[in-house]
């Protein structure tokens, strides 16, 4: 998953499934731990993962507090600690929290990318879960972290319902950035939803289909090239082919479900991320009369020029027509 979408799609959420996790993709959450930065590459990180069928279950679950209590239904629980002594110290400052946070993030953030809820939790006790698994006394528990398939908001109790249910709610930029001096306010400029998302009809023929009945995948990138060709048009006006100012670096298609000829298809896209000389569609193949989402996609364009075979900037007239259809 592209990692600004894995931000947006990490949630605590507290319902977990039965189905265990595949102990390849517990592996591949501590190899994202293990690749974090660290104060000189100290690496003060310690993980003990703890699945359902572990002698040690039954003890780490009993550390967890009663509030906690939905965290004993995940099939793995991984305490994250760290011996002081490992991390690095400038100036008096001491970085093995510090560092061992960061590795938590990239786990949670794989975790998310493999399509699982992980959840960190610091309500637990700590003398119990330093006698569950064994902690010498110079380790220091720091959180314990669910992991598994989301399960059914229903099934949860009504706490913990409420808790789940409870809007996310952050501090505004202004909060917690500053500009050049501690309590300067930045400034942002971005938009949480684009001002307009550019919509269309796009009209399926029977040729479009294939063996199975539905429409192609490769029809699909040729659906989405005429997207981009009718929102081009819709900014800029018709452009002869050879003066088309753009060249395609990256597509990244999921399909959700599959389309059939009876369905209505609607594209509904806008952009994402503006750079120097690129900028990123996001895409929704999708049937307006029902909602359903057939494909999900996102690409990244560069101004290119032809004829000199190289990458240029955009124009400013091109940003300030596009100017409407970013955020998100
Ligand atoms: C170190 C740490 C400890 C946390 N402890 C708990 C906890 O004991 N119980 C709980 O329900 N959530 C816990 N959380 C989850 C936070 O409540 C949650 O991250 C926050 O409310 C923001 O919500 P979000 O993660 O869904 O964006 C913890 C999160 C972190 C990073």
Request: proline fraction near 5%.
């Amino acid at each position: 998953m592209e990692h600004s979408r894995v931000i947006v799609a990490r949630r605590s959420r507290r319902a977990f499934n039965d189905r265990p996790v595949e102990p390849q993709k517990l592996e591949r959450l501590l190899e994202a731990a293990r690749w974090s930065p660290s104060a000189s590459n100290r690496q003060p990180w310690r993980f003990v993962v703890v699945t359902r069928e572990a002698p040690t279950r039954l003890a780490v679950e009993g550390a967890v507090d009663a509030g906690n209590a939905w965290a004993r239904r995940a099939p793995v629980l991984i305490v994250t600690c760290a011996r002081r002594a490992d991390g690095a110290v400038s100036e008096g400052r001491e970085y093995w929290a510090h560092d061992t946070g960061l590795a938590l993030m990239s786990l949670v953030h794989r975790a998310v990318d493999l399509g699982l809820l992980a959840h960190p939790l610091a309500g637990f006790d700590e003398a119990q879960l330093r006698a569950a698994v064994w902690l010498p006394d110079d380790v220091q528990p720091l959180s314990i972290t669910a992991v598994g398939y989301a399960g059914r908001h229903e099934d949860l109790d009504a706490d913990t319902r409420a808790k789940d249910e409870r809007p996310v709610a952050r501090k505004v930029l202004g909060e917690i950035a500053f500009s050049e001096r501690y309590g300067e306010l930045f400034e942002g400029s971005l938009r949480a939803a684009p001002e307009r998302y550019f919509e269309a009809d796009l009209g399926l023929r029977f040729r479009d289909l294939d063996a199975m009945g539905h429409v192609n995948n490769a029809v699909v990138v040729t659906l989405l090239e005429h997207s981009r060709l009718m929102i081009f048009d819709a900014v800029y006006g018709p452009v002869e082919t050879l003066d088309f100012p753009f060249i395609l670096a990256e597509i990244t298609i999921r399909y959700r479900t599959p389309i059939q000829l009876v369905d209505r298809v609607q594209v509904r896209m806008h952009v994402t991320d503006v750079a120097r000389s690129s900028f990123r569609f996001r895409y929704q193949l999708r049937d307006p009369r029902d909602g359903r989402v057939f494909v999900e996609a996102e690409s990244t364009q560069v101004a290119y020029d032809y004829r000199a075979g190289h990458a240029v900037l955009l124009t400013a007239v091109f940003l300030e027509k596009l100017g409407p259809f970013v955020g998100g």
